[in-house]
């Protein structure tokens, strides 16, 4: 798997599962790294370096997920947060290397722009068809949205912030730490 500040320095990490202010409240990951499959880090830079032309660039909340991270968010969600996290009994696209928790922001000031919702919101807001928020929030979704799938990726149906690649079903899932990666 490739690093993506490696392939793009101006890419801004906003990774929570390595620090407390996530849904699980404590660290999850011992370092603020992201990392994803060759041909879904290849496709991610074309956008960060689209939205270049307006001063603007991606933040990444998370890519690759080790499988035992899918497993301890199965076991601390309320059953009726269930819908938004992976089942491991059957793995993630993050574990695969191919998944995406993403949003924009200004590269200068790495202030993100509004969304309808948080990243990580368990609820109606973070549906990337949801008709609420502000015409600024949507409309800023909706480009994130148009250029990821231009892109060859989709967004997951309950969450505007995450897409999956579409080549994911050809990695298998991994549960390899950060530096295990790095080797």
């Known amino acids: 798997m490739l690093e993506l500040v490696t392939l793009d320095e101006t890419i801004v990490l906003d990774i929570r599962y390595a620090r407390s202010d996530n849904f699980v409240g404590r660290p999850v990951y011992d370092e603020a790294r992201a990392f994803l499959q060759p041909v879904a880090a290849d496709a991610l830079v074309r956008v960060h370096r689209a939205l270049r032309h307006d001063g603007l660039g991606l933040v990444i909340y998370d890519g690759y997920r080790p ?38 922001c200004d590269i200068a000031s790495r202030a993100q722009l509004p969304m309808p919702s948080d990243f990580d919101e368990f609820n109606e807001k973070a549906a990337p068809d949801y008709k609420g928020g502000t015409v600024e929030q949507r409309a800023n979704r909706d480009r994130l949205r148009s250029l990821m799938e ?24 991994q549960d390899l730490s950060f530096a295990e ?3």
Not at 80 to 94: E, L, M, N, T
Not at 158 to 168: A, L
């Open 181 to 183: 990666l790095s080797i």
């Open 67 to 104: 499988w035992s991270v899918t497993k301890l968010f199965w076991s601390v969600v309320r059953e009726d947060q269930k819908r938004f996290v992976a089942d491991p009994a059957v793995g993630s696209k993050h574990n695969r290397g191919c998944a995406v928790d993403l949003s924009i």
């Open 150 to 173: 231009a892109e060859g990726f989709s967004v997951n149906p309950k969450e505007w912030w995450h897409f999956d690649h579409r080549d994911w079903q050809s990695y298998e899932i």
